[in-house]
């Protein structure tokens, strides 16, 4: 893959990156067909060829991209020359802030980014309180009856309820949670979709017309009875760009709504869902945080952040992010060519023992104690790096962190059956239910 010299960034001198030992195209095809998951392959990429290395995905060159240094070159130093050239989810979120390119995306990005900063993401504290007081009193009622209940089906419906508050104003009511099951239900079809982008449509056509009809309802909602009680929403905000800025259509309207749908809950009900099974196999990781502080201080908070942070390390919202090669570049000594996909993969950088020491060890300290996480900023990333890090990031956190004050005290989930592994879709999931008691 040595590519040749260009204006701006001389390559010659650059190494040609090596394919794996033994796995050409043909062996990987195989690999693929047989039901081998890729994230064995980039693994066995990694650990043969380190953290830039050469995998044979399709008939254009691929690159793995995990070691810090890449990961920083890529999404942050030159993002100009990195892009994003499609979204898997365009299907369900259209031209919504997480698959627009260029231009398109430094518009949408800069209207949403002051919602999630500062004195933006002060308006949605109190939401995000309520909707944690709702799922608390829910949890309460669950632990009284001692009824039977899917935890991830549970902190779903929280992370939904949260962010639909910030949108719409309103709290999350039952009809509604019910038609944006949707929602999860095209994310998890999206990977084996077809490639036709009207049969994969077709496919999922159901789905797509309850999702339509809900944001359909919500703007128009928005647009005749004012702000919800709770106030004006994050859909208010662009109803009014609507009215000055021509290219906010209702259609952008609806695919910026439900990309703030998807982004805003499924990641967090995910990770939430992830730490309470990582909790059930550490529990001295929840008798820690309780233990560091009595409820309400300072070093409690830290404490269950750290948890949360941990479960990130283990499960970070992206597990893979890809990107396309602009121009010829030098990739920390290697040789890119114009043309090139790269997938960056967090999940991989994550689990690196040259990063993290014992890096299978669910250890939230590392996130408490100086020196317990490494400092290079490629080195974490559950969210993304660079201009196009998630915008959700503060929020996410904060979500999880109230919730988890709320609940980690009160209530041990005795599970009947957990999930056996993990789905690698658009983000990593438990790959079934988790039925639960509460103790």
Do not use: N
């Amino acid at each position: 893959m040595a590519g040749t010299a260009s204006p701006r960034t001389p390559i010659g001198s650059a190494s040609a990156l090596r394919p794996i030992p033994g796995l050409d195209a043909a062996a990987v095809a195989g690999w693929r067909a047989g039901g081998g998951p890729l994230v064995d392959l980039f693994t066995l990429a990694r650990e043969r060829l380190g953290g830039v290395a050469a995998v044979p995905l399709g008939p254009r060159p691929t690159v793995l991209v995990t070691a810090p240094d890449a990961v920083q070159h890529v999404l942050a130093l030159r993002s100009d020359q990195y892009v994003k050239r499609s979204h898997r989810a365009r299907l369900l979120i259209g031209d919504g802030v997480l698959s627009a390119t260029v231009d398109a995306w430094r518009r949408q990005r800069r209207l949403l980014q002051s919602q999630f900063t500062g004195r933006g993401m002060r308006r949605y504290e109190a939401r995000i309180d309520a909707a944690a007081d709702t799922a608390a009193a829910r949890w309460a009622d669950l632990a009284r009856t001692g009824a039977e209940f899917d935890i991830g089906g549970e902190l779903r419906r929280y992370a939904l309820d949260t962010i639909w508050r910030s949108l719409t104003g309103h709290p999350l009511d039952d009809t509604t949670e019910h038609e944006l099951g949707a929602l999860a239900v095209v994310a998890a079809a999206l990977p084996g979709l077809p490639v036709d982008g009207t049969a994969a449509r077709d496919a999922v056509a159901a789905e797509l017309d309850r999702i339509d009809t809900v944001a359909h309802l919500a703007v128009a909602a928005a647009r005749d009875d004012g702000p919800g009680p709770e106030g004006p929403g994050l859909l208010h905000v662009l109803l009014e760009a609507g009215v000055t800025r021509p290219e906010y259509t209702d259609r952008l309207i609806r695919d910026e709504l439900v990309t703030l749908l998807v982004a805003g809950h499924e990641t967090t009900a995910s990770t939430l869902t992830w730490l309470y099974l990582l909790l059930d196999r550490h529990p001295e990781a929840r008798e820690k945080a309780l233990a560091a502080g009595p409820a309400g201080s300072p070093e409690r908070h830290r404490a269950v952040r750290a948890i949360v942070q941990e479960t990130l390390r283990f499960y970070p919202s992206a597990w893979i992010l890809p990107r396309y090669a602009t121009a010829d570049d030098d990739l920390t000594g290697y040789a890119i060519e114009a043309g090139t996909d790269l997938l960056v993969c967090p999940y991989l950088t994550h689990r690196d023992p040259d990063l993290w020491p014992d890096p299978e060890r669910f250890d939230p300290a590392r996130f408490i104690v100086p020196g317990g996480r490494p400092a290079h900023p490629g080195s974490y990333l559950p969210f993304g790096v660079g201009p196009r890090a998630c915008l959700g990031l503060q929020f996410a956190l904060r979500e999880s962190t109230v919730l988890l004050e709320r609940l980690l005290p009160a209530h041990v989930p005795m599970f009947r059956s957990v999930p056996a592994g993990a789905e690698y879709g658009i983000t990593v999931r438990p790959d079934g239910p988790a039925p639960a008691t509460l103790a």
